[in-house]
């Protein structure tokens, strides 16, 4: 994969969140239907389409990305934490920590570390 496309009732809103917290803060590009694309170092683009509809979501629905260690995972918990954003969710064990926040629309966005297929 190698986008993901969103509703969200304020892009200004999410582009802020995405590029302060996730690192997609390379320069957007607003397509003529109003969709705003932002994009990571690693050319993952994230699209944002306007909507004025709730967002609302499966109980199990969420996306994420992998960190290399699991003191960045930590380092994102207390950054997010100290800005106020919702934590959903937290798993800090010897071969899984995971964090879950909400995004200004709600959906949660997970931040985990495992380790690789060799340990």
């Excluded at 969140?17 to 320069?27: E, H, I, K, Q, V």
């Excluded at 918990?77 to 920590?97: F, H, L, Q, S």
Aim: one cysteine or more; hydrophobic letters at 35%.
């Amino acid at each position: 994969m190698d986008h993901l496309a969103l509703a969200v009732s304020d892009q200004g809103r999410s582009q802020r969140f995405y590029a302060t917290y996730l690192g997609f803060d390379a320069p957007p590009r607003e397509y003529s239907d109003g969709v705003l694309m932002l994009y990571n170092s690693e050319g993952f683009a994230l699209a944002l389409g306007p909507s004025d509809e709730p967002v609302r979501m499966p109980r199990f629905f969420h996306f994420g990305m992998g960190l290399p260690t699991p003191e960045d995972v930590r380092s994102f918990r207390d950054r997010v934490m100290a800005d106020g954003i919702a934590i959903v969710e937290e798993w800090d064990e010897p071969d899984y920590v995971s964090v879950k926040c909400l995004d200004p629309d709600g959906y949660v966005v997970e931040v985990s570390w495992e380790p690789g297929p060799s340990g």
